[in-house]
């Protein structure tokens, strides 16, 4: 069984940082591309960030450029998302998805807000 579970989310004040996880199992990890997606209330789900399967090709949305940092360690199954001097702009549920695989995470919230 595919599954992909998002952790890390939480309440941040703006200008803080946060790191998102996502845990994969079920599938060949190493071998599919990985993304972090968001969507906040009201709003169409956004791309936010692209690893290849060894990490040598990443693309980041531009509302995100030199403030997120995606990363993946294939030993531990696991897809990160740093995320540096978050704005409230960036609240949203934050997911992760395997297009390998077409599959979903449930989700992790952050909320951006003094």
């Known amino acids: 069984e595919v599954q992909l579970v998002e952790s890390g989310g939480g309440l941040v004040q703006p200008g803080g940082s946060l790191r998102l996880s996502c845990a994969a199992s079920?599938?060949?990890?190493?071998?599919?591309?990985m993304r972090w997606y968001r969507q906040a209330p009201g709003k169409e789900r956004e791309l936010v960030a692209v690893?290849?399967?060894?990490?040598?090709?990443?693309n980041y949305a531009d509302s995100v450029k030199g403030r997120f940092t995606i990363s993946r360690d294939n030993a531990k199954n696991t897809v990160y998302l740093q995320m540096n001097n978050l704005k409230p702009e960036d609240t949203a549920v934050y997911l992760c998805?395997?297009?390998?695989?077409?599959?979903w995470g449930w989700g992790t919230h952050v909320t951006v807000s003094s």
């Open positions: 690893i290849s399967s060894y990490g040598g090709t990443i």
């Open positions: 079920g599938f060949a990890f190493s071998s599919s591309a």
């Open positions: 998805y395997a297009p390998r695989v077409g599959s």
